[in-house]
């Protein structure tokens, strides 16, 4: 019983912190919101409506809540495999700022050779998945190589890397796959895309396959990076790399490895995204999510559970800002504002901590009296 109570306590003060980014972020934007003539809980149902969290007044035909949640958790999928491909990277010391770019090679690759082929589902699913996981894994392996064999930082790799895919896969979308009318992408077939269509009521929706494949893989990284020795390597590699090495640990390998896995679970979110929510991709544009997922991994406390339940916050602001911004009138760039404060607050968290800490170990009755340097300075003044 004790162990059950101490566990309960540290997932609890694991969760103080992010609570009071949250908190903090909400506050502020608020703020925002009552300074452009708003009503802040207005914008904020606003964006639950959006999500299919809370009914809409009214809906148009064939669709309702069904069709809003579900494609909530379209979008809610690449969110957290993005995420956790972040965080990875995080675990090893390594900031993964080309998720974006991890995610469009995997989806323009996947849709080329299974989306616009007549191959049935049950061969279409398995091979786009595995097109998502070798060709993010290349892209992640080959950007930890570079760290490793040549000491070339990661963010300046990925960034590259995501300004050559970003243009090179616009160059065969506009030449030889682009749809004659929208000029982005053909969409995939029906067999090869990533959703189940769904009827209830009268009401259509789309269910995501991928979100049953991201709760798994949450649940494989956790144990992986808790009770693994793979995952104590990166874990150590991360915190020290040369106290790791001292220690035995082969500090090239698991930073490429790291990066690989890290390139796999965005290559996830590319097939998710590419042939699941969005159906298409738009010529030298990558997706804000691969960016928003930075925020969410930070927010997560770099944890496969936290990036989860940070995933469905952040989430609920990219989906609903569209309806959001239709029926309350607050642009929908709003949105992209309050995920950049989440983000600020969650890097604060270890001040955030140590304010905590502070206030822990003074004594209460000590918290508003001055100090002897406090009266020293009134009387001096």
Same mark, same amino acid.
Request: charged content about 15%; glycine content about 10%.
């Given at each position: 019983?004790?162990?059950?109570?101490?566990?309960?306590?540290?997932?609890?003060?694991?969760?103080?912190?992010?609570?009071?980014?949250?908190?903090?972020?909400?506050?502020?934007?608020?703020?925002?919101?009552?300074?452009?003539?708003?009503?802040?809980?207005?914008?904020?149902?606003?964006?639950?409506?959006?999500?299919?969290?809370?009914?809409?007044?009214?809906?148009?035909?064939?669709?309702?809540?069904?069709?809003?949640?579900?494609?909530?958790?379209?979008?809610?999928?690449?969110?957290?495999?993005?995420?956790?491909?972040?965080?990875?990277?995080?675990?090893?010391?390594?900031?993964?700022?080309?998720?974006?770019?991890?995610?469009?090679?995997?989806?323009?690759?996947?849709?080329?050779?299974?989306?616009?082929?007549?191959?049935?589902?049950?061969?279409?699913?398995?091979?786009?998945?595995?097109?998502?996981?070798?060709?993010?894994?290349?892209?992640?392996?080959?950007?930890?190589?570079?760290?490793?064999?040549?000491?070339?930082?990661?963010?300046?790799?990925?960034?590259?890397?995501?300004?050559?895919?970003?243009?090179?896969?616009?160059?065969?979308?506009?030449?030889?796959?682009?749809?004659?009318?929208?000029?982005?992408?053909?969409?995939?077939?029906? @067999? +090869?895309? %990533?959703?189940?269509?769904? =009827?209830? #009521?009268? !009401?259509?929706?789309?269910?995501? /396959? &991928?979100?049953?494949?991201?709760?798994?893989?949450?649940?494989?990284?956790?144990?992986?990076?808790?009770?693994?020795?793979?995952?104590?390597?990166?874990?150590?590699?991360?915190?020290?790399?040369?106290?790791?090495?001292?220690?035995?640990?082969?500090?090239?390998?698991?930073?490429?490895?790291?990066?690989?896995?890290?390139?796999?679970?965005?290559?996830?979110?590319?097939?998710?995204?590419?042939?699941?929510?969005?159906?298409?991709?738009?010529?030298?544009?990558?997706?804000?999510?691969?960016?928003?997922?930075?925020?969410?991994?930070?927010?997560?406390?770099?944890?496969?559970?936290?990036?989860?339940? @940070? +995933?469905? %916050?952040?989430?609920?602001? =990219?989906? #609903?800002? !569209?309806?959001?911004?239709?029926? /309350? &009138?607050?642009?929908?760039?709003?949105?992209?504002?309050?995920?950049?404060?989440?983000?600020?607050?969650?890097?604060?968290?270890?001040?955030?901590?140590?304010?905590?800490?502070?206030?822990?170990?003074?004594?209460?009755?000590?918290?508003?009296?001055?100090?002897?340097?406090?009266?020293?300075?009134?009387?001096?003044?």
């Amino acid at each position: 019983m004790k162990k059950f109570i101490t566990r309960v306590r540290s997932a609890l003060s694991g969760l103080l912190v992010p609570s009071i980014s949250i908190a903090l972020t909400l506050i502020v934007a608020s703020v925002i919101v009552l300074l452009l003539g708003k009503n802040p809980l207005e914008v904020f149902l606003g964006f639950l409506r959006g999500s299919g969290l809370v009914f809409k007044p009214r809906y148009a035909g064939g669709q309702g809540i069904l069709t809003d949640f579900f494609s909530y958790l379209s979008i809610l999928t690449p969110m957290i495999f993005a995420s956790l491909g972040v965080m990875m990277g995080l675990r090893a010391g390594l900031f993964n700022i080309g998720v974006a770019g991890q995610m469009l090679l995997p989806g323009f690759l996947a849709s080329v050779f299974v989306g616009y082929s007549d191959l049935p589902t049950y061969l279409a699913w398995p091979l786009v998945i595995i097109i998502g996981l070798v060709a993010g894994g290349a892209m992640g392996a080959l950007i930890g190589f570079l760290k490793h064999r040549f000491n070339i930082h990661e963010v300046v790799t990925s960034i590259m890397l995501n300004y050559i895919i970003s243009y090179v896969t616009a160059f065969f979308i506009n030449t030889y796959f682009a749809d004659p009318v929208t000029r982005n992408s053909r969409p995939v077939s029906e @067999a +090869s895309r %990533l959703l189940i269509p769904g =009827q209830a #009521g009268g !009401v259509r929706f789309d269910l995501p /396959v &991928g979100l049953v494949v991201a709760l798994l893989v949450i649940f494989v990284m956790r144990f992986l990076l808790d009770r693994t020795t793979v995952g104590f390597r990166i874990n150590a590699v991360g915190l020290n790399k040369d106290c790791a090495r001292y220690a035995g640990i082969n500090v090239g390998n698991n930073v490429v490895l790291a990066m690989a896995m890290s390139g796999m679970l965005a290559g996830l979110a590319g097939i998710t995204y590419y042939l699941g929510f969005a159906n298409n991709m738009v010529p030298k544009e990558l997706v804000s999510l691969g960016y928003d997922s930075i925020a969410v991994a930070v927010l997560g406390n770099v944890a496969p559970v936290g990036c989860l339940f @940070a +995933s469905i %916050l952040v989430t609920i602001f =990219q989906k #609903g800002s !569209v309806y959001m911004s239709s029926n /309350v &009138g607050v642009p929908k760039d709003i949105a992209s504002v309050i995920i950049g404060i989440l983000l600020m607050f969650s890097a604060s968290g270890l001040y955030i901590e140590e304010t905590l800490q502070r206030l822990k170990r003074t004594p209460r009755s000590k918290r508003g009296a001055k100090t002897d340097t406090d009266k020293a300075e009134e009387e001096r003044v």
